[in-house]
């Protein structure tokens, strides 16, 4: 079974600028989320969806960020213009729905604005 | 406000050694527990989860944690290390008493092992 893939997985872009990640979530799972891991932190969760809805974005910096997930399936996570504090790991999760589902986890996309 | 801290941020201990990381939370009502553990580039893998019952739970890669409800306490053992087991690991609570599958998680700890 393939696992979340996530890329690019790697990117260094210049404060101002605007960057997107990708996300392909396990097939078959309902429920995406993204983390921001920040370094020397864990992971803090921006936003999750069921299916192509939002379920929780409370901590999304909506100024700035912006995520979509079309069809259901793939996502994309945003961030236009970046700030120096974006510079994280930026991790893609997926599990089956409810609460008590096993997350799996990508890679990761690392960021650095320079 | 639901919170977790894991007190010590780097350990290190001798191949074949005994381990212990430490996770404390803060949550109202019955807490869903997690670790997981991330090597370098890598994504976070679960080691481990507690519900309900046992309160000592078993998990992959010969790890264990007992959960306390009355320290607050849900900590991460393994009786003998293996140099494989360097990288980071996290505690984490799962939030709306589990219902979302929203995760909140503690700061980390480093485990470097010595040969």
């Known amino acids: 079974e393939a696992g979340v893939a996530q890329s690019p997985r790697y990117k260094i872009i210049e404060k101002r600028q605007s960057v997107a990640f990708w996300c392909n979530p396990i097939?078959?799972?309902?429920?995406l989320y993204w983390y921001q891991q920040i370094l020397g932190q864990g992971p803090k969760l921006l936003i999750q969806f069921q299916n192509n809805g939002v379920v929780d974005d409370s901590q999304l910096p909506k100024d700035r960020f912006s995520a979509e997930r079309l069809k259901g399936v793939d996502s994309t996570l945003k961030i236009q213009p970046a700030k120096l504090e974006d510079s994280a790991v930026y991790l893609c999760?997926?599990?089956?729905?409810?609460?008590?589902?096993?997350?799996?986890f990508g890679p990761g996309t690392r960021l650095t604005v320079t | 406000a639901q919170s977790v801290t894991q007190p010590d941020i780097h350990i290190t201990v001798s191949e074949g050694a005994s381990l212990e990381l430490r996770c404390n939370y803060s949550y109202g009502a019955t807490p869903y527990l997690f670790w997981y553990v991330q090597s370098p580039g890598q994504g976070l893998q679960l080691l481990l989860k507690y519900f309900s019952g046992d309160t000592l739970v078993q998990g992959i890669k010969g790890f264990e944690a007992e959960f306390k409800r009355s320290q607050s306490s849900f900590n991460l053992r393994k009786p003998s290390v293996h140099w494989s087991d360097a990288a980071e690991y996290f505690c984490?609570?799962?939030?709306?008493?589990?219902?979302?599958?929203?995760?909140?998680f503690g700061q980390g700890t480093t485990l470097q092992v010595k040969p």
């Open positions: 097939s078959g799972h309902a429920t």
């Open positions: 984490a609570v799962g939030a709306d008493s589990g219902n979302t599958g929203k995760l909140i």
């Open positions: 999760a997926s599990s089956s729905p409810g609460g008590r589902s096993e997350q799996y």
